[in-house]
């Protein structure tokens, strides 16, 4: 199961459907720390409906470093 494999606040998710795609970066999750809804949010940002899943869907995860500069 995809949702099983998501790791919140840790990993950021690439969704593509066909020619649909968006993207939410791993600091999403402090939005939305359940992974249904993280998902279900994702969908609507590529612009289909949240109860979206289909054959042609590729889930792709990413990780992201995090800084600040000092002030001088």
């Known amino acids: 199961d995809a949702l099983a494999q998501l790791r919140p606040e840790i990993d950021g998710v690439i969704f593509t459907a066909g ?16 992974p249904a809804q993280f998902m279900a949010h994702l969908k609507q940002k590529a612009g289909l409906p949240a109860n979206y899943w289909g054959p042609d869907i590729q889930l792709e995860r990413y990780s992201v470093k995090k800084w600040k500069e000092g002030m001088p």
């Open 19 to 34: 020619h649909r795609r968006a993207t939410f970066l791993p600091q999403v999750w402090e939005q939305l720390p359940d």
